[in-house]
């Protein structure tokens, strides 16, 4: 899978129009209901970018997707109280 520059990618989202957004807010709504977004969402969504990807690459896309989804859920449901002060200063540890 290449990497996609923001000239690129400005140029995919301007082009995608009322099409892309369909697409986007199906597969939102197969992402909230089952947690999982389909091949058929994907590639449909690639072939609308123009992205190339073998068949065997797009098993890892959506486990990466799959992955990167659970990991935006726990972010979603922690319960963080509204009194709770944010930090000070923010550290990168490497």
Same mark, same amino acid.
């Given at each position: ?22 697409? !986007? ?20 969504? !690639? ?48």
């Amino acid at each position: 899978m290449s990497k996609i520059s923001r000239r690129k990618f400005a140029r995919v989202i301007s082009s995608a129009g009322l099409s892309g957004t369909a697409l !986007l807010e199906r597969m939102y709504r197969e992402a909230q209901d089952s947690a999982y977004i389909s091949r058929e969402s994907m590639r449909s969504f !690639l072939d609308l970018s123009g992205t190339r990807v073998r068949e065997e690459q797009l098993g890892e896309l959506q486990v990466s997707l799959a992955r990167a989804l659970e990991n935006l859920k726990r972010i979603r449901d922690r319960n963080v109280p509204q009194g709770l002060q944010p930090a000070v200063m923010f550290r990168v540890r490497r």
